[in-house]
């Protein structure tokens, strides 16, 4: 008899992505604490080495969330429109899922990054105002976790889908 860990590598990757927003958000406040002067469109302001280790926790969760959901989900792909209209519902489930959780997985990642970055400077540095990206890169976290775990549960689906249809005996032409 297999075991089901679905639900546990559901639970991990919801985890994952919740604790990457709430980090993400915690940057966004550590950040918010140091020093800063805004000049026009422009905003000076003093690195915070907190927010830069906040910042690079929630992104590496963020990552580590979308490859295992991923990997264990499996590859499910549809080539063509035709191939798409022709596939179970579950398959086109995964297909719309995989593809809504990697957009937010990129707007999320590069938002993430790039307000990292932003306080990985050893002195105070002058910028276009780039405020609320790690904020809004948590936020897109959590968003991620309700895209990611559907895609695993219908890949999963599609994949035993599959199978019992592959054990199920063909017939024979010509005999009844």
Same mark, same amino acid.
């Given at each position: 008899?297999?075991? $089901? *860990? ?20 915690? %940057? ?10 805004? !000049? ?8 915070? *080495? ?6 690079? %926790? ?11 959901? $991923? ?7 549809v080539?063509?429109?035709?191939? *798409? ?6 398959r086109?489930?995964?297909v ?11 707007? %999320? ?42 895609? *695993? !549960? ?23």
């Open positions: 008899m297999t075991k $089901n *860990y679905g639900f546990l590598i559901c639970i991990l990757v919801m985890v994952m992505d919740i604790i990457a927003g709430i980090l993400g958000i915690q %940057a966004e406040i550590a950040q918010n604490k140091e020093e800063h002067m805004k !000049v026009g469109v422009f905003e000076c302001r003093v690195p915070s *080495y907190q927010a830069f280790k906040l910042g690079l %926790a929630a992104t590496i969760l963020l990552a580590l969330a979308h490859v295992i959901a $991923n990997l264990l989900g499996g590859c499910i792909c080539w063509s429109r035709d191939q *798409y209209t022709k596939a179970t519902a579950n086109q489930l995964a719309a899922f995989l593809i809504f959780s990697w957009m937010i997985l990129a707007v %999320a990642f590069s938002m993430l990054i790039i307000g990292t970055l932003a306080n990985s400077r050893s002195k105070q540095s002058c910028n276009i105002l780039n405020h609320r990206l790690l904020s809004i890169g948590g936020v897109l976290c959590f968003i991620h976790g309700l895209f990611v775990v559907p895609y *695993y !549960v219908s890949a999963t689906a599609t994949r035993r889908e599959e199978s019992k249809r592959l054990e199920q005996p063909r017939p024979i032409p010509g005999h009844t």
